[in-house]
């Protein structure tokens, strides 16, 4: 449930070092802005603020040097505008996404869409701690999904066509972990080192490198800040339905689970982040139907 404390007090209304004034954060899922939406963000910010915005690190803008006494004005004028008063506190953040396969070329998901369904989904829900989500098409992990509290990944496997390589090299050349090799005239592929970022399937110019197994990587606990953490793997899916059913059912158990004061990624212990992710595959498994 998202709690209505009034305009004054959400996460979005930030005070600056003169208490007179606040920053006001604005949502925007996915960083993804229109012409008009733009246009009239401008208008607001000359009209309330001192004509300049600030673009943030979670793909927001927001209108510094707002005069406290005109929050709700500007709140009302936002809103109009497509682009309400965002969040920052102990709630679920604006969710970040790279491009994805709307425009680059390494992409192997629709981050953009994904990012919009969780931002629908769950946007401003209040929780015990911040809650940041990052959606990266490819393991290039552009939005740096492993260093938020959840972070998703698009992943996908490369399965060479036996008999069929020319040995022409390209993929060798391509591959930044050093993953391909040739061998006898043809390339092998080192699953060990191999990320799942697919760059070698579309540099085939022969498409002898087929795809499989298209999914998405779950991570949980990560943090940027002043001593940074690596999320730890939750979970793997095949299906953009499942992301959302995962993610849902993650957000439920911090929820009801995590205690504020504390970062997430202090706690995932505390919290039995084990138990949880065994919980997750038992469910995953379950629901899949029998060969």
């Known amino acids: 449930m998202i709690h209505n404390y009034g305009v004054h007090m959400k996460g ?15 949502r925007m899922p996915a960083g993804v802005l229109s012409c008009e939406k733009m246009r009239g963000l401008a208008e607001i910010a000359e009209k309330y603020g001192t004509g300049e915005v600030h673009l943030t690190t979670r793909q927001t803008v927001e209108i510094p040097h707002v ?26 953040v ?40 990052s959606v990266s098409a490819c393991p290039y992990a552009c939005t740096s999904p492993i260093l938020n509290e959840i972070g998703i990944v698009g ?42 970022c697919g760059i070698c399937i579309q540099s085939c110019p022969y498409d002898i490198i087929l795809s499989e197994n298209l999914h998405y990587l779950i991570t949980v606990g990560g943090r940027r800040g002043r001593h940074p953490q690596l999320g730890r793997e939750l979970v793997e899916v095949s299906s953009e339905n499942e992301v959302v059913a995962v993610i849902e059912k993650l957000v439920y158990w911090i929820y009801r689970r995590a205690w504020s004061g504390r970062l997430l990624s202090d706690q995932l212990d505390d919290l039995h982040f084990e138990k949880f992710k065994k919980e997750i595959l038992e469910g995953i498994n379950s629901e899949k139907p029998e060969k």
């Open 12 to 26: 979005g209304v930030i005070t600056e070092r003169d208490s007179d004034y606040c920053t006001v954060r604005t």
């Open 67 to 92: 005069d406290q006494r005109v929050i709700e004005e500007i709140s009302k004028d936002l809103e109009e505008n497509g682009t309400p008063i965002g969040s920052e506190r102990d709630e679920i």
């Open 94 to 133: 604006n969710i970040v996404a790279c491009p994805g396969t709307e425009r680059c070329k390494y992409a192997n998901i629709d981050s953009i869409g994904l990012a919009k369904r969780l931002d629908s989904a769950l946007f401003g829900k209040t929780m015990p701690v911040k809650l940041r989500i």
């Open 155 to 196: 992943r996908i496997n490369p399965v060479r066509v036996p008999g069929l390589c020319t040995g022409c090299g390209t993929c060798v050349e391509y591959c930044s972990e050093s993953a391909i090799v040739l061998k006898n005239g043809a390339c092998v592929i080192n699953d060990d080192k191999c990320v799942q």
